[in-house]
């Protein structure tokens, strides 16, 4: 049973441009969630998906955004990129209450 | 609003020694569930062990133990016979209204490095 993957692994940007982040949940899973983590810090809650709709989000502007297809992976759009965006950007998938993450995708915004 | 506050950046162990990292939580939600996962320098998110709020014992899962006191609104993480593996950052984390779905965001705490010494 593969577990979640993410791509890309790497990525470099540069300020004002956009960025698609993807995700493959676990088989099964139908909720996926993103968080950013800064480096040395502790992950941030971005947004939650279910059946293909946004159920929760936390605390970030609305150039963050995101997609649930009906497979259940998940995309995370960022757009007019800053270079704050820089960090780790991990995708949880979960099913009951266990969340499983992906190995993350670093971006750097130069 | 939850809260998870981890107050040791960094912990030093020697190899075969037992650890205890430290966490305490604030919720106002009579039902929510605690986590604990180990980030490697690879950056994957390595989950380690649950705890709910209604769980009467503490929970394990191999060489790992969760130390609940409820009362005192914390939830320790013990790892027994430390090894060289063990080195990586370690993450408290609590979802409220834990009802069995995934409802939910996750709160982490600030992170804990972990170093086991030979």
């Known amino acids: 049973d593969a577990g979640v993957t993410q791509s890309p692994t790497h990525l470099i940007k540069t300020r004002g441009q956009q960025v698609t982040l993807r995700c493959s949940p676990k088989s099964g899973h139908d909720t996926v969630s993103w968080y950013q983590q800064a480096l040395g810090q502790g992950p941030q809650f971005i947004f939650q998906?279910?059946?293909?709709?946004?159920?929760q989000r936390g605390n970030f502007p609305d150039r963050f955004s995101g997609h649930q297809f009906p497979n259940y992976s998940s995309e995370l759009n960022v757009n007019a990129l800053l270079l704050g965006d820089s960090a780790l950007y991990l995708c949880a998938s979960s099913l009951g209450y266990m969340s499983f993450f992906g190995p993350g995708t670093r971006l750097t915004v130069l | 609003a939850q809260k998870i506050t981890q107050t040791q950046p960094g912990m030093f162990v020697q190899e075969k020694e037992a650890v205890t990292l430290d966490c305490t939580y604030d919720?106002?939600?009579?039902?929510?569930?605690l986590f604990w996962y180990k980030q490697p320098s690879s950056g994957e998110m390595i989950f380690l062990i649950y705890q709910g709020s209604y769980d009467q014992q503490n929970a394990t899962e191999g060489r790992y133990s969760l130390n609940f006191q409820k009362a005192r609104k914390s939830a320790n993480l013990v790892i027994s016979a430390s090894q060289l593996g063990d080195s990586a950052m370690y993450f408290c984390a609590m979802r409220e209204g834990l009802d069995g779905t995934s409802y939910g965001k996750l709160t982490f705490g600030q992170g804990t490095i972990l170093t086991v010494h030979p």
């Open positions: 998906y279910y059946e293909e709709e946004e159920r």
């Open positions: 919720t106002s939600d009579p039902s929510y569930g």
